[in-house]
Each structure stands twice: as structure tokens, then as C-alpha cells.
């Protein structure tokens, strides 16, 4: 699971999660990762973390959620976008 921040001052994916599933060919399993707050923080140039208001793109897949590795794969990864609203919001690291 990769995470992306869009604001103006941070581009590029950052992996939060990953989980190694077995499956037989055709098989479907549910596969829970859980996020925290922590995960959806950047580090601030005066060494504080930092959650900042905005859209953040979650991108699940067997992939770096990009152009090339589509190409290369032949495959593409699932999105879904959520919202902080509000200020930024220091968190413990």
C-alpha cells in the first residue's frame, strides 16, 4: 500500500503497509492494512511531525502505483482518496 500526500511541496509515494498473501490461480482473499495517523506524516525541516490538511491518495496493489510500472506490468493498482481538513497537526513519531 503506497501513500501520497497533494500538497504543492511533497510529490512521490512514500510504502506504508505491505502484506504477502498466498493465492491458488483465480482465488479472492480480503486483505486488511491498517493506517495511522502516523502514517499520513511528514517530518518538518525543524524535526517535528506533521500532518498536514489535504488530499492524501492511497494506491493498493502488486506495484509502485506509477505510469512505468503499468507499462511493465501490463497491470494498474486500485485508488482511493481521503481528506484531512482543518490545520496541520503535530503527532508523536
Not at 511541496?9 to 483465480?26: D, F, M, N, P
Not at 491518495?57 to 493498482?77: F, N
Not at 486500485?78 to 508523536?92: P, Q, W
Amino acid at each position: 500500500m503506497h501513500r501520497k500526500l497533494h500538497i504543492l511541496s511533497c510529490t512521490g509515494y512514500q510504502l506504508k503497509g505491505i502484506r504477502s498473501v498466498a493465492l491458488e490461480c483465480g482465488e479472492k482473499k480480503e486483505v486488511c492494512i491498517t493506517l495511522s495517523t502516523r502514517d499520513f506524516a511528514l517530518i518538518s525541516e525543524e524535526g517535528k511531525c506533521l500532518v498536514h490538511p489535504g488530499s492524501y491518495e492511497i494506491a493498493v496493489g502488486g506495484q509502485q502505483p506509477d505510469e512505468r510500472s503499468s507499462r511493465l506490468t501490463g497491470q494498474t493498482v486500485s485508488t482511493l482518496f481521503i481528506c484531512k481538513t482543518g490545520n496541520v497537526t503535530e503527532v508523536e513519531y
